[in-house]
């Protein structure tokens, strides 16, 4: 597994506070950085690392020469990468893709692309102008079916629920209540599902609920009265909305927050939650890594680009500017947290060894806990929304 980060953005969205920085310049030179990274680690990179995930941040604002660089050196460095991946995904963003045409979705296939994961998040305008994206929904249907005719199939689109409608501008009065609240998620659903237009759904569906993280804009929203956090019972209402809408068309709830078709769960996400080693690279990307002494570390490149590219032009990388060796006790928590956000859950055996036996037994007598496939426990969906409680209560 491979993931490169990509940290530019042309706006940042209200929710986020993940490091990026707005382009000005300096795509070369970022590039070449990359593929200096690229050089000086590919010893880390095994045939184990099979896919690739350009993520950010957003990957598509990079031109298509820089973006072909960045995977030439991967193949050429990688002996085992030469052969092309398993999985070969790029985030975009839906005006990217229409400002630029078949042509860039074309080139997205030429440079290997076979999966496109799209950051819809709504199909309200008003919502989307209030999370500050710079598409509207009608760009999210065309940029879509652009790739689509492109010839790119499996495509990946987000959502975002759970977010305080009446803090939303021109959207909601005090008199809707929790059925008109519920009426337009179903609508933004549904519009998710219809997006291709001829009755084909998207391969893959990621829904996220919001949540206000320290940092972004609406943080300060939510300290200055301009937001408010959207009650529980609304949150968990439209979580059941999306879950049945979904497994009505025929999707896999394969991982509390990812919905896949049959065939098209996602390789690099899913081996994320089986704790399977990865490699980071480019500003502030994180990677997990068998160290020296056969233990798991997790470690992360330096979170800005100037001194990113300044490490790789002056040849003294330092590329880690932080790390932190997972203990047993911390491999086993996030073992557990991992695997149970799943539908494949985890082996009896691990919680056993880590979970009192009267725990076990009380969870899997409440229906917290059920048998999945041979000799592994789950969290049944009805029972997904509240996850964190179910997995606070095991570790």
Not at 158 to 173: A, K, Q, R
Not at 194 to 202: H, Q, R, V
Not at 225 to 233: I, K
Not at 309 to 322: D, L
Request: net charge negative; glycine share 8%.
């Amino acid at each position: 597994m491979v993931y490169i980060h990509i940290p530019y953005c042309r706006s940042f969205c209200t929710y986020c506070d993940f490091y990026s920085e707005i382009p000005v310049s300096g795509f070369e030179e970022f590039g070449k950085a990359v593929c200096a990274e690229i050089r000086q680690r590919a010893g880390e990179i095994t045939a184990e690392h099979n896919t690739l995930y350009i993520g950010g941040g957003t990957p598509s604002v990079l031109p298509p020469s820089v973006l072909y660089d960045i995977v030439s050196e991967l193949r050429i460095s990688v002996p085992e990468c030469s052969g092309g991946f398993t999985e070969f995904t790029v985030e975009v963003n839906p005006d990217d893709i229409v400002s630029r045409g078949h042509v860039y979705a074309e080139s997205l296939l030429k440079a290997g692309v076979d999966r496109v994961s799209m950051g819809v998040q709504s199909f309200d305008d008003r919502v989307l102008r209030w999370m500050n994206r710079r598409h509207d929904s009608e760009t999210a249907v065309k940029a879509y079916r652009i790739l689509r005719e492109a010839g790119i199939e499996n495509i990946s689109i987000d959502l975002i629920f759970g977010y305080d409608l009446m803090s939303v501008p021109g959207m909601m009065t005090s008199s809707y209540g929790d059925r008109e609240i519920f009426d337009h998620w179903r609508k933004t659903v549904y519009a998710a599902l219809e997006i291709s237009g001829d009755g084909c759904p998207p391969k893959h569906i990621s829904a996220y609920q919001m949540s206000v993280e320290d940092g972004s804009a609406l943080a300060c929203m939510l300290r200055d009265g301009r937001y408010r956090e959207a009650p529980e019972n609304i949150c968990a209402g439209q979580y059941e909305i999306l879950c049945g809408m979904l497994a009505d068309a025929g999707y896999d709830h394969y991982e509390i927050s990812n919905f896949a078709l049959s065939g098209f769960e996602a390789k690099h996400n899913s081996a994320y939650w089986s704790h399977i080693p990865y490699v980071g690279i480019g500003p502030a990307a994180h990677s997990l890594c068998v160290n020296k002494d056969g233990v798991l570390e997790r470690r992360w490149n330096v979170d800005n680009i100037n001194s990113y590219i300044c490490s790789a032009e002056s040849g003294n990388w330092g590329r880690t500017v932080g790390s932190e060796v997972l203990t047993e006790d911390m491999f086993r928590t996030e073992r557990i947290m991992l695997a149970l956000r799943t539908s494949r859950g985890i082996e009896y055996d691990c919680l056993k060894s880590s979970v009192s036996m009267r725990k076990l037994d009380s969870m899997m007598e409440s229906g917290k806990l059920v048998p999945a496939g041979q000799d592994c426990l789950r969290i049944p969906e009805k029972y997904f929304f509240i996850s964190d409680s179910i997995i606070s209560e095991l570790i």
